[in-house]
């Protein structure tokens, strides 16, 4: 296929997949689940008012929102699932309510009278009492006595009840999480409502509920709709036909061209310029974030064992839970930004030749701005928090409460700036490569392209306000956290890492644009759409569902042949001797491919049919997936990048290839032992829980507290020390070259 096809073809794949993923989130801001002006009982008592369950919201999001617990299947693993939970208690609650009513007690009921009155409950539960002419909810005087009594058992495990010190430890939730009883009142009112949510049937004769059924609990009805399993029969075979020609497309058009290698390192005599050199204060920054968000990861780990303690510290009243693992998630996402965003400011004079006038001040300008987002959001985070802040305020400048998106609005502005003010650096020193009309233009071309979406896609997080709709927050969320992680990250990395093969001159720039071109459209294709496979169950409509298990699908075609893209990358190190200064670069890519085909596809294609999801959704099997693939193929990319820049910064050394390579292994062998002697298993256990008794139930204090379980977590500890040391090797590394004990001889 020509340039010209290739380029035509990826505008029409990503044309006609914006139009789709707009079209049909116009669908949810017209499909979303009502939010009532009250919600009443039938003897007319107000209940709590739609304004109610918007500050409920706030306050959610104030404590940490998806770090604690998880509403609709989206957030942390420790603690229930909000909604989940709170639907099995009520179905209990209303099963004791009903037979009160009648003069007797369900426990002491025979079994044929007691399914009487669980299918009364059902009914009960099931049926949508929103009336859009008053917008107002109904509730029935049991269900009101039980939401009376459910905010009463919340308000207890959310502040200071002595009785549930055990419960809280259990969950990781600090006592006096919520201090204001105002604040504890308006938060039951959401957990009311987002559970109402998820069994009240659609208006539209499907009986099917807002959120496709999500929570699976059968006393309530909730199990698996036809869609679930047509949709993902449907993706499994689509997955299959288009490996099939993929496969083909490869056989016909491989043909092993051959290509004369350098004698000498064409890079060896580059001399950096003062710009390029600037970006070495990102890489000593990068290395504390990484330590940071290690030390993070592995207080968050400990809470899941202790609950509220450090090894008997009592570490949860000055860092909970919600805080610990807000940091681990955000700290990574920087760290990992971070060293993409140097590569790509010592990229563009290394590219065109040219150092553009004010470049250096301008990166180290963008340098300080980083510094105070990150260091800002972070304390705005635990602000928020510890309740320090008003709901107005937290939002600003505290904890948004959204995985992955923790930052306050503000800092999320300041951060786009930053984008921005990064792009417009890329740009400048770009500028002469791309008047001129070689061959390598195409490939830089996409090389812009890719920048201006990670500048502009995180706009996306700002589309939603302080209190937006919880499934239109999800959307624009899932923008940012798809789309731009994971959508055009991957496009500009694997555009960098092309180019530096061509420069090394190990690749031909005409294949490697045609190769990156088609891999981009190939990836594209499916990934953009594939954001829908986030929100099946977020209160969404079924097209919605039937898109993302369809278009998730294709997102694993190009990874079937990641064996050949690994054992490429591998020839390529062995293939001539001054490559050998490039080893461990390289061999970060080799990584990449390894993880990707793991981590992204087998462990993600596992979890995303939606019948898989409906059972797993949150569980450690999304934990699994979300280590291997945003560690294992982003933070191990971020790590090669930035080992790429070092070896441009320091030319004239062969490097301690022990401390090196240590440093490797450890990290890439403790991940892998980390999630398959711990996490995988727990997760499977939860799976086979939820599928046997609900998701209520692999979520519970019941099962998660077992001591099965609890060994499982502490399996953990073998692989978390030895990626702990893997990444204390690599910092310890990048000083040395430095410091000099990371330098051993010079190159010819």
Known sequence: MTTKKLWLTLALVMVSSFAVLIFFGNDIYRKAPPIPDKVVSETGEVLFSGQDIKDGQNVWQSIGGQTVGSIWGHGAYIAPDWTADYLHRESLAMLEVLTIKDGKIFSTLPAEEQLVYKERMKLELRKNTFDPAQNTITYSDSRAKVSRQLAAYYTKLFMNDPTFSVLRKQYAIPEGTIKDPERMRLMAAFFAWSTWVCISERPDGTHVTYTNNWPNDETVGNTPSASLHLWSGFSVLLLLGCIALLVLYHVRNHDGEHIDLPKQDPLRDMKPTPSMKATLKYIWVVSILILVQMLAGIITAHYGVEGQGFYGIPLDKFLPQSISRSWHVQLAIFWIATSWLATGLYMGPAISGHEPRYQKLGVNILFIALIIVVGGSLTGQWLGVMQKLGLVDNFLWGHQGYEYIELGRIWQILLLVGLILWLVLMMRAL????????????????????SIAIAVFYAAGLMYGRQTHLAIAEYWRWWVVHLWVEGFFEVFATVVSAFLFCRLGLLRMQSATIGVLFSTIIFLAGG????????????????????????????????????????????????????KAYKWPIYCFIAICFWNFLGAGIFGFAINPPIAL?????????????????????????????????????????????????AFWLTNIGLLVMVSISMLPIGIMQGIASIQHGYWYARS????????????????????????????????????????????????
Do not use: C
């Open 431 to 450: 500028l002469p490569a791309l008047r001129k009309k070689d061959e390598s233009r195409h490939l830089l071309t996409l090389f812009v392209i890719a």
């Open 528 to 579: 953009i759409l594939g954001t829908f496979h986030h929100i099946y169950f977020s209160a969404t409509p079924v097209a919605v569902l039937a898109l993302g298990a369809t278009f998730s699908a294709l997102e694993i075609v190009p990874l079937v042949l990641i064996g050949y893209e690994a054992y490429h990358n591998y020839t390529l190190s062995k293939s001539t001797p001054w490559i």
């Open 614 to 662: 409906y059972y797993i959704q949150g569980l450690n099997t999304t934990a699994v997936h979300g280590h291997t693939a945003l560690f294992g193929v982003y933070g191990i990319l971020g790590i090669g990048l930035m080992l790429f820049v070092l070896r441009g910064l320091y030319p004239d050394h062969h490097w301690n290839d022990k401390l090196i390579g240590t």
């Open 701 to 748: 204090a019941e099962f998660m507290q077992t001591d099965t379980m609890q060994t499982l977590r502490w399996f953990r500890v073998p692989g978390d020390i030895m990626l702990a040391m893997g990444e204390t090797l690599l910092v310890i590394f990048i000083i040395g070259l430095k410091t000099g004990w990371s330098r051993k001889g010079t190159r010819n």
